[in-house]
């Protein structure tokens, strides 16, 4: 189940229109010309870390366009390599098509350097915890692997530090997958789909349709890994040409790993029978990371690292070991008996209500910053059911469309709209009580006020220590 490594539909490439100067654009325009190809790099930026990347590439002998995206760049090239972001509705890279030109995300163009098997992972949410538990699986079990992908880790940089035959778990977004063309990864997984990216994509059956590419060149030797709680991901899976794992958290005869009892168990299917009896991968209490979520994306690590060969025991026993993502549900710590958690990385409202069902107890949650083109009457819908949420804090672009959202109910919430975090936890000493968990979990993109997610959680990680030394010391 190793990937191809052949370079197979690069033979006869000499010149490569790299649109987008991302992380990964950059990482596939240092490749291509490490190749000695004749690269051009393009963006409609022109900000300074984008004129910045523009001038090092040129230093090495690419050609570099600012400001515009035009068809004369379009002049002699023979493939064009995208960055995720870069809508797929551009006119530029419609008129690739039409020239008959390949397009290909950074992914497409990283797997046919890879040599050895790929793993890849997709999903609406959950995908950079599940990457990140596959790669300590496989190295809690001796077997090297490498993350790469979205996780922040360019999978064309990634190939490259690679030795023959090591793991590449590689985290894949609709954006890359739409541009895929002959990627094949020798496990797919597929984690939950929900609404989400409406910026880019022009509707959900355009989404989903996305999602499930990322199995369309699988043959029967490879596998899918795939979510069968959830009716959009079983549907697809439904129609995969490989062979698929499903995990669930019931009992569900279709599903080779499952919850029962407390704990996780793998039971190989064998055509329509049953193989042996089912094999304990670890108890749902000793995975650390709350939510039932997280034990979703556990058994999708679990399924991924088994179907290359990793005992069940032996993925459960890393598992129990692994601790988490900075900006994930990430406990911050504790003050006056008040836990604060930081999952910034919560950009959309799905991924904000499974932040909801990971705490029993009273809740502070602020919510906010820039809407993706998405609704929020399902998470209003959810914080209203839930009870026990103390207080619900809006902050940024995003907030009056959410408290528009949350006057559509029944339920009355202790509701207020903010400018930022600062104001915020000017509020908490008035607001909290010993018990209280204050939940930042935001339900949009950080780009009305901050670089990217990192920097937002960052940004309330400092914020919590200002709070902390001010309790200290009696303010």
């Known amino acids: 189940m190793a990937a191809v490594s052949d370079k197979e539909g690069l033979q006869e490439v000499e010149s490569v229109l790299v649109v987008g100067l991302g992380i990964s654009g950059i990482a596939a325009a240092g490749k291509l010309l490490r190749e000695g190809r004749k690269v051009t790099v393009n963006d409609i930026s022109e900000a300074e870390p984008v004129r910045r990347a523009a001038d090092e590439l040129s230093a090495r002998g690419a050609r570099a366009v600012l400001g515009y995206h035009e068809p004369s760049?379009?002049?002699?090239?023979?493939?064009?390599?995208?960055?995720?972001?870069?809508?797929?509705?551009l006119a530029l890279l419609r008129e690739a098509e039409a020239?008959?030109?390949?397009?290909?995300?950074?992914?497409?163009?990283?797997?046919?350097?890879?040599?050895?098997?790929v793993i890849a992972v997709t999903g609406t949410n959950g995908k950079t915890t599940t990457v990140s538990m596959i790669e300590w699986i496989f190295e809690y079990a001796g077997r090297p692997a490498i993350a790469a992908g979205n996780i922040g880790h360019p999978f064309i940089t990634a190939v490259e530090e690679a030795a023959p035959g090591d793991v590449l778990v590689v985290e894949v977004s609709s954006f890359q997958l739409t541009f895929a063309r002959a990627f094949k990864p020798a496990v797919a997984v597929l984690l939950n789909i929900a609404e989400d990216h409406f910026d880019w994509h022009s509707d959900m059956a355009e989404y989903v349709k996305a999602k499930a590419?990322?199995?369309?060149?699988?043959?029967?030797?490879?596998?899918?890994?795939?979510?069968?709680d959830d009716p959009l991901c079983a549907r697809e899976a439904a129609q995969a040409?490989?062979?698929?794992?499903?995990?669930s958290r019931g009992e569900d005869a279709r599903a080779e790993i499952f919850l029962s009892g407390g704990r996780m168990l793998y039971r190989p299917l064998r055509g329509a029978g049953r193989?042996?009896?089912?094999?304990?991968?670890m108890r749902s209490e000793d995975l650390a990371?709350?939510?039932?979520?997280?034990?979703?994306?556990?058994?999708?690590?679990?399924?991924?690292?088994?179907?290359?060969?990793?005992?069940?025991?032996?993925?459960?026993?890393?598992?129990?070991?692994?601790?988490?993502?900075?900006?994930?549900?990430?406990?911050?710590?504790?003050?006056d008996g008040v836990s604060f958690y930081n999952d910034s990385k919560a950009t959309n409202p799905h991924a904000a209500r499974c932040a909801l069902g990971a705490f029993p107890g009273p809740l502070v949650v602020i919510l906010g910053g820039r809407n993706k083109g998405l609704g929020f009457g399902e998470l209003a819908g959810a914080?209203?059911?839930?009870?026990?949420?103390?207080?619900?804090y809006l902050i940024g672009e995003a907030a009056q469309e959410i408290l528009e959202a949350l006057r559509g109910g029944e339920e009355t919430l202790n509701v207020r709209v903010l400018p930022g975090l600062e104001d915020v936890f000017a509020e908490l000493p008035h607001t909290v009580e010993s018990g209280d968990v204050v939940l930042f979990s935001p339900a949009c993109a950080s780009f009305d006020r901050y670089d990217d997610?990192?920097?937002?959680?960052?940004?309330?990680?400092?914020?919590?220590?200002?709070?902390?030394?001010?309790?200290?010391?009696?303010g």
Request: a positive charge.
């Open 73 to 89: 760049l379009l002049g002699g090239v023979d493939l064009v390599v995208v960055s995720p972001g870069v809508p797929s509705r």
């Open 99 to 117: 020239r008959k030109i390949p397009v290909w995300s950074e992914v497409e163009l990283a797997w046919r350097y890879a040599r050895g098997p």
């Open 213 to 228: 590419r990322i199995w369309m060149n699988q043959g029967d030797e490879d596998v899918a890994v795939c979510n069968l």
């Open 241 to 247: 040409p490989s062979r698929v794992l499903y995990f």
């Open 275 to 281: 193989g042996p009896l089912p094999a304990e991968i």
């Open 289 to 335: 990371l709350p939510g039932e979520h997280n034990l979703e994306n556990a058994m999708a690590a679990a399924g991924a690292a088994i179907s290359l060969g990793i005992d069940a025991g032996k993925a459960g026993e890393a598992l129990a070991s692994f601790q988490g993502l900075s900006h994930r549900l990430q406990p911050v710590g504790e003050i």
């Open 383 to 392: 914080l209203r059911e839930r009870g026990g949420i103390r207080a619900v």
């Open 453 to 474: 997610y990192k920097h937002r959680g960052r940004h309330f990680h400092a914020l919590v220590e200002e709070y902390r030394k001010g309790r200290e010391s009696g």
